[in-house]
């Protein structure tokens, strides 16, 4: 993979996960009432980017694990841009605690969100995702999480 290309990836995937721990910063405050699960969720976001630029600064492009990431980039600028129009939308038009909840489990299954997911729950491919998994902790399973919080809170 091309310098290039591969700065690009990681590029997209942090904004991405930014951009999703935005959008849970965003639905925490139009719910009051599930405010604390929406901050948990918007830190464990932020933490994800965090680990994805850590490991682009500390490891060449030869030993960061691509597991973490998607692997197009035309795939990650698409995600970001909904992303984008969804966070403006949600701003001017609230969605309902329902579509909320709902709109969260999408983007938890989609390119970018998934790809670290899976990541970090199955066993390591190599030391160095091993050492992401530590780190990462229980800051995963976002789409169970919030299925499980749904069925708990009756959403």
């Known amino acids: 993979m091309k310098k290039k290309?591969?700065?690009?990836?990681?590029?997209?995937?942090?904004?991405?996960?930014?951009?999703?721990?935005?959008?849970?910063?965003?639905?925490?405050?139009?719910?009051?009432?599930?405010?604390?699960?929406?901050?948990?969720?918007?830190?464990?976001?932020?933490?994800?980017?965090?680990?994805?630029?850590?490991?682009?600064?500390?490891?060449?492009?030869?030993?960061?694990?691509?597991?973490?990431?998607?692997?197009?980039?035309?795939?990650?600028?698409?995600?970001?841009?909904?992303?984008?129009?969804?966070i403006k939308e949600y701003n001017k038009n609230p969605p309902s605690r329902e579509v909320a909840f709902k709109k969260a489990i999408d983007i938890e299954k989609s390119a970018g969100e998934f790809h670290f997911q899976q990541a970090v729950t199955y066993s390591p491919s190599s030391r160095i995702m091993g050492v992401f998994q530590q780190l990462n902790k229980d800051d995963k399973d976002h789409e169970r999480r919030i299925i499980d919080y749904m069925n708990d809170k009756i959403i």
Do not use: C
């Open 5 to 86: 290309d591969f700065f690009q990836l990681i590029e997209q995937s942090i904004q991405l996960e930014l951009k999703v721990a935005d959008l849970y910063k965003i639905l925490s405050s139009f719910f009051p009432e599930d405010t604390n699960f929406w901050m948990q969720l918007h830190e464990e976001e932020k933490r994800h980017a965090s680990l994805i630029s850590k490991g682009y600064v500390h490891l060449s492009r030869r030993r960061f694990p691509l597991e973490l990431i998607a692997s197009s980039i035309q795939e990650l600028i698409e995600k970001n841009n909904k992303l984008d129009q969804l």
